[in-house]
């Protein structure tokens, strides 16, 4: 499913327009992209919850050379699935 597919069937479950659906859910996504970029948590009751990972630094080789090199540290979004959504999987 891409955003246009997902703006339809929001258009049909609201009775609103499909641009109207699309600009919501691009506002929604902005707003999660927002809260993670600040280091927020977002818990959305029934769905899940996005929250901000810290990556340590740590060891890995070259694939191609197999030398040892030193990841750097990072941060990385993780969803968290809600019991309401894994009860409809």
């Keep these: 499913m891409n955003i246009g597919e997902l703006a339809k069937g929001v258009a049909t479950a609201t009775g609103s327009t499909e641009a109207d659906a699309k600009k919501a859910i691009t506002a929604v996504f902005d707003q999660i992209a927002d809260a993670a970029a600040k280091g927020e948590e977002v818990s959305i009751p029934g769905f899940g919850k996005f929250a901000v990972k810290d990556?340590?630094?740590?060891?890995?080789?070259?694939?191609?050379?197999?030398?040892?090199?030193?990841?750097?540290?990072?941060?990385?979004?993780?969803?968290?699935?809600?019991?309401?959504?894994?009860?409809?999987?």
Excluded: H
Excluded at 56 to 82: C, D, L, V, W
């Design 55 to 89: 990556r340590p630094e740590r060891q890995g080789r070259n694939p191609a050379t197999g030398e040892s090199m030193t990841i750097a540290a990072s941060k990385k979004i993780a969803f968290t699935a809600a019991k309401g959504l894994k009860d409809k999987l």
